[in-house]
């Protein structure tokens, strides 16, 4: 299912906080957002949540607006993981993840076989089975996004769209949710803020600042130095990662130079 953002525009108040982005992010595609704090990407996201109408623009999936079709017909083709996702603390896991399930029923349709299958792969996916019976509250961090992420696949939709999945994780866990992304090979858009993440995890990177894109493409090929320092104010150097072989970026404060003393 593709994404596309059409010379999106979005006002907040008075304000303009979203100018005119245009970004396609195609079939099976993993997309990483990056940009500053306040550069405006939850904002673009949100047009694509159906929750933000743009004053120009559109954001399209599967080639149509999402404010032209229903909210369930959006939540049919578009799965979503917020950072700040508040749940019902006595749910268990597999109830969180069978509300995935919603969109694709009727308010009175009772679980099918096929529903019970999709909430346990979904919960095999994240490796998560063993924890189905559990109160969601009762799990780490960590866990708990795993399980947001299974609600999402349990949508069967065919596009996911992701705010900081990684954010309050420990360095482990984050490797896991990045890794579960990649593997998954659904088209995906995350705001990350890892630009490390973003260089070794995803096929394209799109930058923002200011509410505008200001690049896109390669990762590797468009988070050069001078563009990090440009966008984020840091000193950046590419190289390869001595484990893993793929490109690896390390960042340093503007003013930072190599030393022996601290
Ligand atoms: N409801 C709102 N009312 C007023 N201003 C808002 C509102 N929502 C967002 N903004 C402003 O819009 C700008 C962009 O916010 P947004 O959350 O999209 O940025 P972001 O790039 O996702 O930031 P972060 O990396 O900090 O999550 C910020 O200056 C923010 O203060």
Redesign the pocket.
């Known amino acids: 299912m593709r994404l596309e953002f059409e010379d999106v525009s979005i006002d907040?108040?008075p304000?303009r906080?979203v100018s005119d982005v245009s970004l396609r992010i195609e079939q099976g595609e993993v997309v990483g957002l990056v940009?500053?704090?306040?550069?405006?990407?939850?904002?673009?996201l949100r047009s694509a949540y159906r929750v933000l109408r743009p004053v120009g623009g559109a954001a399209l999936i599967g080639g149509e607006s999402v404010w032209d079709m229903s909210a369930r017909e959006a939540a049919r083709r578009r799965a979503i993981v917020t950072q700040h996702t508040v749940l019902d603390a006595a749910f268990s896991v597999r109830e969180i993840v069978a509300m995935g399930r919603t969109p694709r029923k009727g308010a009175f349709d009772r679980d099918t076989e096929h529903d019970h299958e999709v909430v346990e792969r979904a919960l095999d996916d994240v490796h998560m089975s063993w924890a189905a019976r559990r109160s969601f509250a009762t799990l780490s961090g960590g866990e708990q996004q795993r399980v947001l992420i299974a609600r999402a696949l349990a949508q069967e939709a065919g596009l996911l769209i992701l705010d900081?999945p990684t954010n309050h994780l420990d360095v482990r866990a984050q490797f896991e949710i990045l890794d579960l992304l990649r593997n998954l090979r659904m088209t995906t858009l995350t705001?990350l803020?890892d630009l490390d993440h973003a260089v070794s995890y995803c096929d394209r990177v799109a930058i923002?600042a200011e509410?505008a894109l200001v690049a896109e493409g390669v990762p590797a090929e468009v988070l050069t130095p001078e563009l990090v320092h440009d966008v984020f104010g840091v000193r950046a150097v590419l190289d390869t990662h001595p484990i893993t072989g793929r490109p690896r970026i390390a960042v340093a404060s503007a003013g930072a130079q190599r030393t022996d003393q601290y």
């Open positions: 907040i108040g304000a906080i940009g500053p704090n306040g550069s405006g990407k939850s904002t673009l900081e705001a803020h923002m509410g």
